[in-house]
């Protein structure tokens, strides 16, 4: 079993639309999580972290299950610009390292 | 600009060639970290290095060796080159417990 799993996509969502990204994770030890964003044949970045009381960033909101050891995103009123490969991130064992799923491809269309 | 630059970004190898992937960052972070990124894979572990004078295997470390050569620079050498490496190579670098802050990547090709 992967350490963290996502639903690989594609999301293929109008402009306007709201979509939501699921994500889990079987190290219940994580203390971190992140999503990222990683656009075609870049690097990825950092798109938000995510805390257990949830937390917003403009268009963007993430969840933060431990029990379930479940994360979410849900972009909001998407964006052409929205269109990228976003990855559930979290750390997992020694110092620091970040353990990446492999990636959610929305694609957004006019 | 501030960030973690990488050489080269591209390179083409023969099975059995060496050759070294070079990282530095210039934002004072301690830990630095080497990753690969197959297609439907995400982006795996290979070596990282917490701190200077440190290294560590990550998830997948057989064929690569590291070097944690001061706290600004941390590189990748490829021994004797195998198909299996083709892939992109990512390094990134971080302060203690935040987010990572990645390069621009390698794209290798071993022919």
């Known amino acids: 079993r992967k350490e963290v799993e996502q639903d690989p996509g594609p999301f293929n969502v109008p402009e306007g639309a709201t979509v939501a990204f699921n994500c889990t994770y079987s190290?219940?030890?994580?203390?971190?999580f992140f999503w990222y964003r990683q656009d075609c044949r870049k690097e990825p970045k950092l798109l938000m972290s995510?805390?257990?009381s949830g937390n917003e960033d403009g268009r963007f909101t993430a969840q933060l299950n431990r029990a379930s050891q479940y994360i979410s995103l849900l972009i909001r009123d998407s964006k052409l610009s929205d269109s990228a490969t976003y990855l559930c991130?979290?750390?997992?064992?020694?110092?620091?390292?970040?353990?990446f799923g492999a990636g959610t491809r929305l694609a957004v269309h006019p | 600009n501030a960030g973690v630059t990488q050489t080269p970004k591209f390179q083409v190898l023969k099975t059995g060639q060496s050759m070294t992937l070079q990282c530095a960052q210039d934002?004072?972070?301690?830990?630095m970290y080497w990753y690969r990124q197959d297609p439907g894979m995400g982006l795996r572990l290979i070596y990282y290095?917490?701190?200077?004078?440190?290294?560590d295997k990550g998830e997948v470390p057989n064929g690569y060796n590291v070097s944690r050569l001061n706290k600004r620079e941390f590189s990748l050498r490829l021994e004797s080159a195998a198909p299996s490496q083709t892939s992109v190579y990512f390094c990134?670098?971080?302060?203690?417990?935040?987010?990572?802050?990645f390069g621009s990547g390698t794209r290798l090709t071993v022919v």
């Open positions: 990134a670098s971080s302060w203690a417990g935040d987010g990572y802050t």
């Open positions: 934002m004072n972070h301690n830990s």
């Open positions: 190290n219940s030890a994580s203390q971190s």
């Open positions: 290095s917490a701190s200077e004078g440190t290294t």
């Open positions: 995510v805390y257990s």
């Open positions: 991130v979290v750390t997992s064992g020694g110092y620091n390292k970040l353990i």
